[in-house]
T-cell receptor, first 116, second 114 residues
Framework: IAGITQAPTSQILAAGRRMTLRCTQDMRHNAMYWYRQDLGLGLRLIHYSNTAGTTGKGEVPDGYSVSRANTDDFPLTLASAVPSQTSVYFC???????????????FGSGTRLTVV | GESVGLHLPTLSVQEGDNSIINCAYSNSASDYFIWYKQESGKGPQFIIDIRSNMDKRQGQRVTVLLNKTVKHLSLQIAATQPGDSAVYFCAAFPGYSSASKIIFGSGTRLSIRP
């Protein structure tokens, strides 16, 4: 593993089903984030975690939940998927311990989710 | 709040020419800015950053200019190559106290004409 790994790469999901998107980083970054990317809307923050054991809501948190049991993993769960959650999901991390925002974020390659 | 916008959704340039991608931000308290490059099917990648105490920063073939007076940011790519084809995002960090989020622009798609 180098950087951030997201799984699955893509998924087609029936509406109403539960789904967990996985995100693992090996850089020991303290902060992690989930974004969704939709055409014309750019990247929008869903949830974030500044450090293991803490989470916070972003711009579009409804319908999603996260947990941060350890430094490396930050799964995103859709409890009951709806078609409006069709999107590309990016996990990201940052090391704010080196001084706020030095180098910004490292992103994963994304999960393309289609809810039908 | 913060919003970040890009002046053009698409930009087409001749291979070998210089490219200029522009970005405007709304929050004068933003003190750190990043340009990201996103190739098709991949996540955004860091290109270059700049702090609000600077007005210019140069990297390899890229230069970022910051005009705090008009809250404007630009990315200049010298001698544009086919591998520069991508969507470019600017991102603004709304101050040290906001440890949770970057505000991203919606992106400009750069295409290269042979």
């Amino acid at each position: 593993i180098a950087g951030i790994t997201q799984a699955p790469t893509s998924q087609i999901l029936a509406a109403g089903r539960r789904m967990t998107l996985r995100c693992t980083q090996d850089m020991r970054h303290n902060a992690m984030y989930w974004y969704r990317q939709d055409l014309g809307l750019g990247l929008r923050l869903i949830h974030y975690s500044n450090t293991a054991g803490t989470t916070g809501k972003g711009e579009v948190p409804d319908g999603y939940s996260v947990s941060r049991a350890n430094t490396d993993d930050f799964p995103l769960t859709l409890a009951s998927a709806v078609p409006s959650q069709t999107s590309v999901y990016f996990c990201a991390s940052s090391d704010s311990s080196r001084g706020a925002w030095m180098g910004g974020y490292t992103f994963g390659s994304g999960t393309r989710l289609t809810v039908v | 709040g913060e919003s970040v916008g890009l002046h053009l959704p698409t930009l087409s340039v001749q291979e070998g020419d210089n490219s200029i991608i522009n970005c405007a931000y709304s929050n004068s308290a933003s003190d750190y800015f990043i340009w990201y490059k996103q190739e098709s099917g991949k996540g955004p990648q860091f290109i270059i950053d700049i702090r609000s105490n600077m007005d210019k920063r140069q990297g390899q073939r890229v230069t970022v200019l910051l005009n705090k007076t008009v809250k404007h940011l630009s990315l200049q790519i010298a001698a544009t190559q086919p591998g520069d084809s991508a969507v470019y995002f600017c991102a603004a960090f709304p101050g040290y106290s906001s440890a949770s989020k970057i505000i991203f622009g919606s992106g400009t798609r750069l295409s290269i004409r042979p």
